[in-house]
């Protein structure tokens, strides 16, 4: 028997660390949302999280394009995304593509961590959706150059990931089993010791 929406969101909970933000075990990945549709107010404070986060120089080199279902901008998105991506991400309410100036603007240099404040600007975008009851799924798996030509993109800006989002649909909507899988498995994580180091390999005391 598959699980209802609310029994796998309890599932993807992860567990409570305390003086963590709670938002931070709160938000997951799903792929199947319902046919609910974002307010515009929402959409513009998970946008206004990501126009708070840090970047190199205060350059800020992120930008979106946002589109709503059924406008060309959506539309645009969703073709650029490969096959498996298709098979679900058509039932989100908002698609968006991630962007970022790979050159400063005060002096035209290379800027070498665009694509690190980028991600940035998105991870708060996420943060900040968890907190309003929005899910989000990030995607590597679009074509970029099908992207790039769709919106006229110029060659120096790179380009990040699409993000779908909206809100959690009932899992028995995905019809495709390894998706179904991946929606009902619990989640994890890698434990400190594995990324924490205070030499190359060796992890660092964290007490």
């Known amino acids: ?21 709670p938002v931070v075990h709160q938000r ?8 609910r549709d974002v307010a515009p107010a929402d959409l513009a404070k998970v946008f206004e999280a990501a126009r708070w ?39 989100a309410p908002v698609l968006i593509l991630g962007a970022a100036s790979t050159k400063f603007a005060h002096n035209g240099t290379d800027n070498r961590h665009a694509l690190y404040d980028l991600g940035a600007a998105s991870s708060y975008l996420t943060l900040q959706a968890a907190a ?6 990030q995607m590597a798996g679009y074509d970029q150059d099908a992207a790039r030509q769709a919106f006229a993109i110029p060659e120096d800006y790179a380009l990040g990931a699409v993000i779908a989002l909206g809100y959690q649909g009932e899992p028995a909507a995905l019809s495709n089993e390894q998706m179904l899988a991946q929606e009902t498995a619990p989640r994890q994580r890698k434990p400190l010791k594995d990324f924490v180091f205070s030499a190359w390999g060796s992890p660092a005391d964290l007490g």
Request: charge should be positive; proline fraction near 4%.
């Open 53 to 91: 986060a840090a970047s190199s120089y205060n350059e800020q080199p992120w930008r979106f394009l946002v589109g709503a279902r059924n406008s060309l901008t959506y539309k645009k998105i969703f073709d650029a995304l490969i096959g498996f991506n298709q098979g679900w991400a058509g039932s």
């Open 28 to 35: 997951w990945s799903p792929r199947s949302f319902s046919d």
């Open 132 to 137: 309003l009851g929005l899910s989000t799924h």
């Open 1 to 21: 028997m598959t699980l209802s929406a609310s029994e796998v969101n309890n599932l993807k909970q992860a567990p409570a660390v305390e003086g963590v933000l």
